[in-house]
């Protein structure tokens, strides 16, 4: 048999059925539907696919041992980043050769080689990531580095005693499924491959389940849950569809190939969603040939008969599934598109669905206050970019030696790394100091680091408020490291504060420790104070919102031209944000027009530094 390397037109198929395109929210809250789009035309037969990413996909013939590689239409695939970017593992194929893997990003065709260890045996891999496994049983995240030697990530929290007995590979180059027996009991669970958490989401699966994933819903034996579902949430009963479990495109389950057809009855690609349980048939006919691709999309062969067979990719509509939030700050969130976009989003007060005010291709990036930061054109450098006006507020000389490939942001520390380097620049007194690299991901807070030795188990804080940096241990979490979800899932830093919380025990306790490190004066980061058309009523209230960067008690005083203080509010921040509301009217119930002084005196809760004041004006009609 031989195929056809003609590519067809990219159009949206007549058999889609999932055509309402909803708007995409950071918090991945609105269900997200599909759409298809024809691919390449082919004889009626049943296909195997040995790879399907970013740029393309590889097939054979089930009945055959020759492969063929197809190239997407009009499709731009991820710049090649480096082991050190995982979005960019979408179009990344391993190769294994012994104890050796080789990486090629297929669109630039760099290379990087992934050495397993003496004593570590493969068990698979996807994108940028390799799984391996050492004769305790213990399992292991491998990656290459920038100098060519190996990256070694223990995998933390995979049940002791546990024995896999399968990897699966999703829509997701950040996740890899594994299937393991304990007790006799059969679960699914799913290891992070960023930072080495395991977690297992479903148990008591039953022997020929199928499991299917993408950055956001894990299905296994027809049982669905959130990837970010808090611990101890249950899986949710999906409705049944006609076959057997064929992937997860944004918010829909994909289902083929059922064992058994009423005669008559066309095979279809049948979906269901996974938010609002709404079931459609996607393609049809269709059948055989139906699987994931890297980026959280999939293939599936279908036509409308044997001469006009076609291979189909199935996408989110919006084209930016599997993404993450890697942090937030005030009324602004940052989103990293599963596409290599990425967004910041505006959340005003009193509104629950954003704006985008910012996108740009993915890089390094955080946000703190009004101020976005990312890696600038120089070496080592990190450029300011105020997200109200668009203008550039600062570039900094951060003393890194490369781009960095991570940056994050409090108050005025910025922190950045990249490779096995990492630093953070003081920007109220200019100071570079070197912070520890190793031990998987770091979380930056007021003046000290917190990361996790994920062999020992030991919480690390390095404290550098100084200006120099010192590591201590700050506890020794329960070994088991149970019920880990996402990147910190059992420790977390407040980065508003001198405090740090984490999982203790097997009962589910939570510790709350200080760091010792004192915080930093009180500020304000984000500030809204426009006064409502035809000035604060009754019905419509002057409603400031002030983002301070520490919890506060305060006072806001409203004073007239004579400067009287005609009304006094007080009150106690919700996490950092002042929010008051002011009807127009004095103390005495009067309301006379004219311009007002107002004036927020804010009390740090925490007794460190001093009071914060700031004034402004608003107008009563």
Request: hydrophobic content about 35%.
């Amino acid at each position: 048999m031989t195929r056809s390397r003609r590519l067809a037109e990219v159009a949206l198929t007549g058999a889609m059925a999932l055509t309402c395109a909803l708007p995409i929210t950071p918090a991945q809250a609105a269900d997200t539907p599909v759409r298809t789009v024809r691919l390449s035309t082919e004889k009626r037969v049943e296909i195997t696919y040995t790879w399907a990413g970013a740029s393309g996909f590889q097939y054979r013939p089930t009945s055959g041992s020759s492969t063929t590689w197809v190239d997407y239409p009009v499709v731009e695939p991820p710049a090649h980043a480096g082991p050190d970017d995982l979005a960019t593992g979408t179009d990344v194929v391993n190769t294994r050769s012994g104890s050796t893997v080789t990486q090629r990003h297929r669109s630039t065709d760099t290379t990087a080689t992934v050495t397993i260890p003496s004593g570590q045996t493969y068990a698979a891999a996807v994108g940028w990531s390799v799984l391996t496994q050492d004769v305790t049983g213990a399992l292991h995240v491998l990656r290459a580095a920038a100098d060519g030697t190996t990256t070694n990530l223990p995998v933390a929290g995979f049940p002791a005693g546990a024995r896999p007995t399968a990897y699966v590979t999703g829509g997701s180059v950040r996740r890899l499924a594994i299937v393991h027996t304990l007790d006799g009991k059969r679960s699914v669970g799913l290891v992070d491959l960023a930072d080495g958490t395991f977690r297992t989401y479903v148990t008591d699966v039953a022997e020929d389940s199928e499991a299917v994933f993408n950055d956001r819903w894990l299905v296994a034996d027809w049982k669905s849950i959130r990837i970010d579902a808090e611990p101890g949430t249950q899986p949710a009963r999906v409705a049944g569809l006609p076959g057997r479990l064929k992937a997860v495109v944004g918010d829909q389950v994909l289902a083929s190939d059922p064992d058994f057809v009423q005669g008559g009855t066309q095979l279809a690609l049948s979906s269901r969603s996974l938010a609002t349980g709404a079931a459609s048939t996607v393609l049809s006919p269709s059948f055989g040939g139906i699987g994931p691709t890297l980026d959280g999309g999939a293939l599936a062969t279908a036509g409308p008969s044997g001469l006009d067979w076609n291979v189909h990719r199935i996408t989110p509509t919006d084209g930016d599934s599997g993404g993450r939030i890697p942090g937030g700050s005030g009324r602004y969130v940052l989103y990293n598109g599963g596409s290599g976009t990425q967004r910041v989003v505006d959340f005003p007060t009193g509104t629950t669905d954003g704006t985008t005010v910012l996108t740009r291709p993915r890089t390094a990036a955080a946000v703190w206050g009004q101020v976005m930061w990312t890696p600038g054109t120089t070496q080592g450098s990190v450029v300011g970019t105020h997200l109200k006006t668009g203008q550039t507020v600062g570039t900094v000389a951060t003393g890194a030696p490369c781009t960095p490939t991570g940056i994050q942001a409090v108050n005025t520390w910025l922190y950045w790394a990249c490779g096995g380097t990492a630093g953070v620049y003081d920007r109220a007194t200019g100071r570079k100091i070197t912070v520890p690299a190793d031990n998987g991901p770091a979380r930056l807070a007021d003046g000290y680091l917190l990361r996790e030795n994920r062999t020992t188990h030991e919480l690390l804080l390095t404290d550098f408020h100084t200006g120099t940096a010192a590591t201590r241990v700050l506890v020794r979490l329960p070994s088991g490291d149970w019920n880990t979800g996402g990147s910190n899932g059992r420790w977390a830093a407040d980065r508003f504060g001198g405090h740090i919380a984490y999982l203790n025990g097997t009962l589910g306790e939570v510790s709350i420790v200080g760091s010792g490190v004192p915080a930093s004066a009180l500020a304000q980061m984000e500030a809204q104070t426009a006064t409502p058309p035809g000035g604060p009523t009754n019905l419509n209230p002057w409603q400031p919102v002030w983002q301070l960067n520490k919890p506060a008690d305060w006072t806001l005083t409203l004073s007239n031209s004579g400067g009287t203080v005609v009304r006094t509010l007080t009150g106690a921040t919700k996490g950092a944000a002042v929010r008051a509301a002011w009807d127009g009217h004095g103390e005495d119930g009067r309301r006379t027009a004219g311009t007002y002084t107002w004036k927020l005196t804010a009390q740090p809760r925490d007794d460190q530094g001093p009071a914060l004041t700031v004034t402004g004006t608003v107008a009563v009609n």
